[in-house]
């Protein structure tokens, strides 16, 4: 399968935990999207890289979440000190940015997720 | 927050039916996106239709798109059970390399 991957699928943990989240993109996708998703909402951004430059940040994103992608490929998510609201599911997404007439965002390819319960 | 909203929240038809859902969404826009999400499960993209278009069509699949209106629609024709699932519409506003996605339609078809 050569499609977008997330470890683990879900993880629960105490509060005040500390927990981290991989993301595995399509191997020939630059772009990697972070998002956050809670029950019966649409997905909302958090952050997205280019290669491993992160570009754009959520006001979502509190100084209790980093992201990284040290080599332009995998990602991860950390968050520390873990909250009861942080519970929801962690989506990953890659896309093929390209230099194209096509201005915008192209189409997106989303992991399965990691559902995160902080009790 | 959400840029746009479907309508309906939900819907429940029979198969072979025809579904439509609406989206509506705030700001001015490069792309108009469509994803489908089953339970539980990550999204996976439908269709893509640019700002200068006003009609998209991929299989069982028709979109359409109003800018003046900031509205689109998703015509799912001879619905199956397959079908069932979460439909989310998503933009990207000009200036900006993200998508905001709306409040989803929930359908159901039934056999």
């Known amino acids: 399968d050569t499609g977008v991957s997330q470890d683990p699928r879900h993880k629960i943990t105490k509060r005040g935990q500390n927990v981290t989240f991989r993301c595995d993109p399509i191997s020939e996708h630059n772009r990697l999207y972070w998002y956050r998703q809670t029950l019966g909402q649409g997905p909302e951004f958090l952050t997205y890289?280019?290669?491993?430059?992160?570009?754009?940040k959520s006001r979502l994103l509190s100084d209790r979440f980093s992201a990284e992608r040290p080599k332009g490929s995998f990602s991860t998510l950390e968050i520390q000190r873990t909250e009861q609201g942080d519970s929801a599911m962690y989506l990953c997404a890659s896309s093929p940015y390209r230099v194209t007439k096509l201005a915008g965002v192209h189409e997106q390819y989303f992991g399965p997720g990691t559902r995160l319960t902080v009790t | 927050s959400q840029q746009g909203e479907e309508d309906p929240q939900a819907l429940s038809i029979q198969e072979g039916e025809n579904a439509t859902m609406n989206c509506s969404y705030k700001t001015s826009i490069n792309n108009l996106q469509w994803y489908r999400q089953n339970s539980g499960r990550g999204l996976v993209h439908l269709i893509l239709?640019?700002?200068?278009?006003r009609e998209k069509h991929s299989g069982r699949l028709r979109v359409t798109l109003d800018t003046s209106k900031k509205s689109s629609s998703l015509l799912i024709t001879a619905s199956r059970a397959a079908d069932t699932a979460s439909y989310f519409c998503?933009?990207?506003?000009?200036?900006?390399?993200?998508?905001?996605f709306g409040t989803g339609t929930r359908l159901l078809v039934s056999p």
């Open positions: 998503a933009t990207d506003r000009q200036g900006f390399q993200k998508l905001v």
């Open positions: 239709i640019r700002s200068n278009e």
């Open positions: 890289f280019q290669n491993e430059a992160q570009l754009e």
